[in-house]
């Protein structure tokens, strides 16, 4: 567990499109809506209106936020009026704890060379505000003893302190040490109230708890990382399973919890954050994001603001904080198993920084659960199982881990503390899940050790490869120390590695959209036409990806209303034209056919089958064998180009260009947006399509790095119009 701050940081990639219609599509619209009421409400001078009376201790405070707000919202600080935003804070004389608090936020987000002199003022004058117990009020206490305080301030201010400490900034653990305290004794029954002269009298609600909540989670992240150099946490500190607890327990999407609708805004920012900092999707079976983020759309006013009156830029401001804390690219799904899956809590958060920190990228970690459906697995493209101990999945759960792989997931697992039962376990759990395939340790040359950085040091990984793709990644020398105790200089090259892993696994970062449907359902449709498709089965890796080919029947249900009937894989000498009219050959090595399976071949082909045959992973050792034992079927025919401005190119689907993957587009040359492929051609008739580049993987949806290949969308689109062309089948 760790505290994650939602800051923007210059030059970020895009997030990928969400899908039309989704919940992630209309959170995007309403980001934008909202960016552009906040950017309308900063002035000339760059302070926003309704700003406070310069002699109010909270003038600036409402400037701040909004400009914190857009950052967080991905608004580039560089941008004009945000620029002149971030100007007025820079030349603003500020003495407020949540002005001072809520500057320094903003700042942390922004890579500009006024800033550390600036933050660091701002840390140090938070730092030195806090009473002797470590409670905060609207202004500086000065270390002074106090009996009246207030938990909203005292939570922001260690927010700004927070987000100082996260670049770079020192801070004395004594500082943290006394937050902890006082926040633990201001717990009551897990949660927390807005302050606590007399003890027990305090109403407990919502905002408060998620706050104080949040709160702990920074103290826990800041002070007790060096807890778990040995791997035996069992559970979530106390003060922090009950704040779950009370969280779950109480939550509500449409009110603050025992405050109703006052400070509703406040209370979605604080459950970001604390959603943030834990990873968990789901408060007490609450999908906490998806709930908020529905019930803030059903809010929003016309012009892109939410509530009314003097306190609508805040609450606009606290809206869009809370929208930009679940939008952002999923990278990592911690599993939460039976056992020890946690001995080292900050490991994924700390390695998520890390990346984001290094290439200004904005990506989000969660856990999941193992009973959770595989769809929310699919969250993420990389599925991290950590152990300090044996561990032991039940065949159920084998099947679904099999499933998430075989739908395009990967996962890396690693032995936390070097432990030699959880290796053993999990070889056995991936034998389990792949009998044909073994784990095997990569060689010092595999590209997983030089996909972005080079790393010297070699801990032995191992594979599980199936000729198309890395299904999976194991370390059986720990990763999760280092990552638990953050990217000093001592522990950088593990961080390399593991962002070498996060690189290699999806392709350079190629993620997708949040809360897109990975895995497609099809829905109910009348077929406009029914195509049957037979996959050729022979003495080798015939069937590397088993659920290419029902993944591609969903989309062209979907998308066509054709209905694709896929065989089991079927002998050579079993094939019937009349039954399946096209039969599908696929592979990722050399492979001979036996002179049955060649006879089998040919006498299908003679009663007027046609034959697609496609290199998975655009293996050579299977498109030469393909080539050399295929064509001699039919000596009177010749494999040749199929030529750009061919039909098969433009129905159903009209591919103007051609999208091949990232890497292998630099070797193909001027040729790089029309397709390769070939046919060969019997009197006029197609007998066989040929592609030396994979389709496989493409039809499954996956990214592969350094993959010979077609796109995704590319795949699916030359593989649907393939069968509708054999099929003579014109939508």
């Known amino acids: ?20 219609g989704s919940l992630y599509a209309r959170i995007t619209d309403a980001q934008r809506q909202a960016v552009a009421f906040l950017r309308g409400q900063i002035g000339k001078d760059g302070s926003c209106e309704g700003q406070y009376d310069k002699h109010n201790p909270r003038f600036g405070g409402k400037t701040a936020l909004c400009v914190y707000a857009l950052l967080s919202a991905g608004v580039d600080y560089r941008q004009g009026d945000v620029q002149r935003a971030i100007n007025w804070l820079l030349d603003a004389k500020l003495d407020g704890t949540y002005a001072v608090a809520l500057r320094a936020c903003a700042l942390a987000a922004i890579k500009d060379a006024r800033v550390p002199k600036a933050l660091a003022a701002d840390v140090d004058w938070l730092v030195k505000a806090a009473a002797s117990n470590g409670a905060y009020t609207y202004t500086s206490y000065g ?47 897990g949660g927390w109230g807005y302050f606590a002269r007399d003890r027990g009298k305090t109403k407990t609600y919502g905002s408060m708890s998620a706050a104080g909540l949040a709160t702990l989670f920074i103290c826990f992240d800041t002070l007790h990382r060096e807890e778990f150099i040995r791997p035996t946490a069992t559970s979530d500190p106390k003060p922090i399973a009950d704040g779950l607890k009370w969280l779950g327990d109480n939550f509500s999407a449409q009110e603050n919890p025992k405050l109703g609708d006052d400070r509703y805004y406040y209370w979605l920012y604080t459950v970001g954050r604390v959603g943030l900092a834990s990873g968990y999707r789901y408060f007490g079976g609450h999908d906490w994001y998806a709930l908020g983020a529905e019930e803030l759309l059903s809010r929003q006013n016309i012009e892109g603001s939410w509530d009314y009156g003097p306190e609508r830029l805040a609450q606009t401001s606290m809206a869009a904080l809370f929208l930009a804390s679940g939008r952002e690219p999923l990278v990592f799904n911690k599993l939460h198993y039976e056992g020890k899956w946690n001995a080292r809590p900050r490991d994924m958060a700390n390695l998520t920084m890390y990346i984001n920190d290094v290439f200004e990228s904005r990506y989000r970690w969660q856990v999941v659960d193992m009973e959770a459906p595989t769809a929310q697995w699919h969250d993420a493209p990389i599925l991290y199982i950590s152990g300090a101990g044996a561990v032991d999945f039940s065949q159920e759960q084998v099947d679904k881990l099999r499933t998430f792989v075989q739908q395009g997931g990967a996962i890396l697992s690693e032995s936390a503390g070097n432990n030699g039962d959880f290796t053993l376990d999990v070889k056995k759990l991936y034998q389990r899940m792949f009998p044909a395939l073994n784990l095997v340790r990569l060689e010092d040359t595999h590209p997983v050790y030089s996909a972005q950085f080079t790393c010297k040091d070699k801990p032995g990984l191992m594979g599980l490869y199936n000729g198309v793709r890395m299904l999976a990644i194991h370390c059986p020398r720990e990763l999760s120390l280092d990552l638990q105790m953050g990217p000093s200089h001592a522990s950088t090259p593990t961080f390399e590695l593991a962002a070498n892993i996060f690189f290699y696994l999806t392709d350079r970062g190629q993620l997708r959209a949040p809360g897109s449907e990975y895995w497609p359902s099809v829905k109910p449709f009348t077929p406009a036409a029914t195509i049957r498709v037979a996959r050729v089965k022979y003495d080798g890796d015939f069937d590397p990806e088993p659920l290419a080919w029902p993944r591609l029947a969903a989309l062209m249900a979907n998308r066509h209303r054709i209905a694709l009937q896929v065989s089991e894989p079927t002998d050579p000498d079993k094939l019937d034209a009349k039954s399946w009219p096209v039969a599908a050959m696929t592979g990722t090595k050399s492979f001979t056919l036996t002179a049955s399976q060649a006879a089998g071949l040919k006498k299908y082909l003679a009663q007027g089958g046609r034959l697609i045959v496609e290199a998975a992973g655009g293996s050579k050792e299977f498109a030469d064998s393909a080539k050399s034992q295929l064509l001699p079927l039919w000596p009177q025919a010749k494999l040749a180009p199929v030529v750009w401005d061919h039909v098969i190119y433009r129905q159903p689907d009209k591919l103007d260009k051609i999208v091949y993957r990232g890497d292998f587009a630099l070797t193909i040359g001027p040729d790089k947006d029309r397709a390769r492929l070939q046919a060969v051609v019997d009197g006029g008739r197609i007998v066989m399509v040929f592609s030396a580049e994979d389709l496989t993987a493409g039809l499954l949806g996956v990214p592969s790095y350094r993959l010979k290949g077609y796109s995704p969308e590319a795949a699916v689109s030359l593989m649907t119009n393939i069968l509708c062309y054999l099929n003579d089948i014109k939508p």
């Open 1 to 20: 567990m760790a505290m994650v701050v939602a800051t923007a940081c210059a030059g970020s990639p895009a997030a990928p499109p969400a899908e039309p």
């Open 143 to 189: 270390g002074a003893a106090v009996d009246k305080y207030d938990n909203s301030n005292s939570q922001m201010a260690v927010l700004g302190v927070w987000a100082g400490a996260r670049r770079g900034l020192p801070v004395p653990p004594e500082y943290w040490q006394r937050i902890e305290k006082f926040w633990q004794a201001e717990q009551q029954s």
